[in-house]
């Protein structure tokens, strides 16, 4: 019965650290992540047989690792390869949180959405078709309010279920765009299917780092044929759109997001204007 490793990742402020805590109670330590200074906390727990230890990653806006915090929660998803990446999510601004939720599905990680803050988000009116949403972002999604400890045991249930369950197809994908897709479709094909990031994530994810021009990326050792072929979309792409198309990729995953949001995301009661 070997051990689960979980990453618990999120925007900061999310409750990330809060529901850590509520998970491991005294039984954490602090490591080190190597070659950087941002604190790593480990901490361990048992639920219903099932022994995990749990790292609370840095909290990010994105994985697009251009910062520090960034690049460490990246790497250690792509290096560590977790049984379940939990993303905790404030869900009383939940737009905004889902954009690593995204990433996360597109990496197609093991994945388990926690909707924290959820006392915050009833107050404002939201209302969330848990099922539906769900079925957008191919992870199963937990109500928590980790300061009262609320949903943590459903959260774990979760976490050992997804854990358990064998690997499956993408789930959901992000549609591009014509144009984008047409040179993802190019570039695609080129990339060696023995790199270590198509052998985890699949040759789309990689095309689509590429044409990011994810500097991180970019320097995992490619041929010049596919470095070409990539520096040929983003030129072409560059020339119709007239913005780069690392900035279109994220308006359209924004767009997914928002598109997921508009059929499972309720406000129920109005906001009131009148705020003093
Ligand atoms: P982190 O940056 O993601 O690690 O966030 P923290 O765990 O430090 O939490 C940020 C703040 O939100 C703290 O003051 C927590 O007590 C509070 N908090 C965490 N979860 C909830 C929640 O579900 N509801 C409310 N209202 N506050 C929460
Ligand atoms: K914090
Ligand atoms: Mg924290």
Known sequence: NKKLKIAIAGNPNSGKTTVFNKITGSRQHVGNYPGVT????IGLANHKGAELEIVDLPGTYSLDAYSIEERVARDFIFDEHPDVVVDIIDSSNVERNLYMAVQLMEMNVPLVLAFNMSD???QKGLEFDLDQLSLFFGAPIVLTVGNKGKGIDDLL???VKKAGEPPKELAGRVHYGTEIEEELARIEPLVDTEHDLVQKYGSR???????ENDRQVMDKGHSSEVLEAVKHSRKHLIRIFDDEPEILIAERRYGFISGACHESVKR???LRHDVS
């Open 38 to 41: 941002v604190e790593k906390k």
């Open 120 to 122: 915050l988000a009833r």
């Open 157 to 159: 249930d979760a976490i």
């Open 205 to 211: 994810y990689l095309a689509v780092k590429l044409l």
């Open 268 to 270: 129920t009661i109005e």
